[in-house]
């Protein structure tokens, strides 16, 4: 086994350590305990029964600065943005295998700082080498091109990073989007600063500690703890940051998107969603009713390709919701302490969530099937107390009119609406000029899935194979699963339609969206050859000579 390089933390007896702070350059010592000196302080609590898990402090705007400035000099120096690729290949290489041996440390730093069921954090994070791993492969494979220029001309392009990246990543999945967007930014070679989400910044800080024990140079990763208002405010203006990935609400990416624009800088914005999961006549039944109940409350509703409208064909609709509903039960009577490995949900993040969720559920809008009020009393499962977090059950609710904000709206918590479609044979005009006779069946359920203002994610459920292709040809999503949802690879591209965002993660998408092609041209004719053809001002010389 590699040896591990001195001084790099290790968390034996407690979860974590009871104090954070910025992770960069310029705090390099001050150590496991950092002072506040001014600064504000955060503390992170665990929303299943609100208890203190550590103080953190946030980063200041003279933080953001020095943390900018050090990002840019490194860059600027090669320590990494010169590296070999090779040698960026083993660097992630070697912290992927530092991590695995870690996830299960950190699937319960995760479970505490988000209310998570320790069952899912597990699964997730068990999976997360697999990004270092693949971004590794690609900086070993990736190779530069010669474009086919013409004339004595030797043209061969390459990629090469940005510069400094800046990256503001949420709550719900605190390490599993923060990896995600690491991965590709580091094998490019850039400097990378973090800005966490100051609900769940624990692990994120946990493992930029990690990668450089495991070789990546100090200052190439750099965390800033704190708000988003005024620590990601202040670094994502910094005209020295050269691209800004995001994952947020629109509202937020649209304010983020007009700063970065400001700045001639890229930008990348995972935003919100409504997913929609369609179920169609012919679907199995008891695998329908299985995948929408994990599309719909798999991390407790918070994602943003949560199955959140629930559309199901007429013919199978009393059926399907029979059984759906009896999962939905299942999945509440068996909800209890999230470290519980039994537990089937946790909490939504926060109190002031919950207080959200339940507000807009109980507008009077629909009818609750299912759900619908903030848990209190004891868990079946293990007896725990359930008004001592934010646990919010399962909710189904149909009836939803389409113009309602239950409808049209991320409310990102468990909660799905559900409508029913019939055999549509569609207007006169799609009948004579769109749809063949098979398609024209599936027209209502596309136009409801259709009928959003959001096009991250959607689901279909389909025996039929020339229906899962046709249909999901005509979702307005950028990513469709057909008998399947939320399946996740670091080789598949993952990003928005309409107002759910711009760019990708994953994939050679984000590897090459962290950087930027660079032509070079190289006249390979003779020194005689160059004097005739290249002397434009040539005097009393009349041959036509090139331009561009």
């Known amino acids: 086994m590699r040896a591990k390089a001195s001084g790099s933390i290790r968390i034996t007896q407690r979860l974590c350590r009871p ?30 029964n609100g208890e203190h898990i550590s103080t953190v402090v946030s980063a200041s705007q003279e933080d953001v600065q020095s943390a900018v400035y050090s990002a840019h000099e490194i860059f600027k120096a090669g320590i990494w943005s010169r590296a070999p690729a090779s040698q960026r290949a083993m660097v992630l290489a070697n912290l992927a295998r530092d991590l695995e041996e870690r996830v299960p440390e950190l699937a319960r730093i995760e479970t505490a700082q988000t209310g998570r069921a320790i069952r899912e954090m597990k699964a997730q994070l068990g999976r997360l080498p697999e990004w270092l791993d693949y971004y590794a492969s690609v900086l070993r494979t990736h190779t530069a091109y010669i474009a086919p220029t013409q004339g004595p001309l030797l043209n061969y392009v390459q990629r090469v990073p940005l510069g400094v990246v800046a990256q503001i990543t949420p709550f719900n999945h605190p390490l599993l989007i923060a990896v995600k967007k690491i991965a590709p930014a580091l094998a490019a070679g850039n400097s ?131 059984r759906f509903l009896k999962k939905v039960e299942s999945v509440t009577r068996r909800m209890g302490n999230p470290a519980n490995p039994k537990s089937t949900m946790g909490t939504v993040i926060s109190l002031r969530q919950l207080e959200r969720i339940e507000g807009i559920v109980q507008r009077g809008v629909g009818r609750i099937l299912a759900g619908g009020q903030r848990m209190m009393g004891t868990s079946q499962l293990d007896g725990y107390d359930f008004a001592q977090g934010a646990f919010f059950p399962p909710t189904v609710i149909a009836d939803v009119p389409t ?103 994953n994939g050679l998408e984000a590897f090459e969206a962290y950087t930027q092609s660079k032509s070079t041209i190289v006249n390979i004719a003779s020194a005689e050859e160059t004097r005739s053809a290249q002397d434009w001002f040539a005097e009393e010389d009349d041959t036509e000579k090139r331009y561009g």
């Open 19 to 48: 104090r954070y702070g910025p992770f960069a350059w310029h705090t390099s010592q001050d150590g496991p305990m950092p002072e506040a000196n001014g600064r504000e302080e955060i503390a992170v609590t665990n929303p299943a």
């Open 192 to 322: 990378v600063i973090v800005k966490p989400s100051e609900l769940a910044p624990i692990s994120v800080l946990e493992f930029a500690e990690m990668a450089i024990a495991a070789g990546v140079p100090a200052g190439v990763l750099q965390v800033l703890p704190g708000y988003g208002r005024t620590v990601g405010r202040l670094l994502v203006s910094d005209p020295a940051v050269r691209k800004v990935d995001i994952t947020a609400g629109t509202d937020t990416g649209r304010a983020i998107g007009k700063i970065v624009g400001a700045n001639l800088a890229h930008y990348t914005a995972e935003l919100g969603g409504k997913a929609p999961i369609v179920v169609f006549g012919d679907a199995d039944i008891e695998s329908a009713v299985n995948g929408a109940t994990f599309a719909c409350f798999v991390a407790s509703g918070q994602t943003c390709v949560s199955g959140t409208r629930l559309l199901v064909q007429d013919e199978v609709y009393d059926e399907f919701m029979d």
């Open 403 to 505: 113009e309602d904000d239950l409808w049209r709206e991320e409310i990102f918590g468990p909660v799905v609406v559900v409508k029913r479609f019939s055999v549509s044979f569609g207007s006169p005009w799609q009948r004579m000029h769109v749809l063949t006779p098979v398609s024209q069946s599936e027209q209502e359920g596309i136009d409801l899935a259709n009928g959003c203002k959001y096009g991250l994610g959607a689901g279909i459920w389909t025996q039929n194979l020339s229906r899962a292709h046709r249909v999901s040809a005509q979702i307005q999503a950028g990513l469709v699963w057909v008998n399947a949802h939320h399946r996740n690879d670091p080789s598949s591209p993952w990003g928005g339609m309409k107002e759910s965002g711009i760019g990708r993660e």
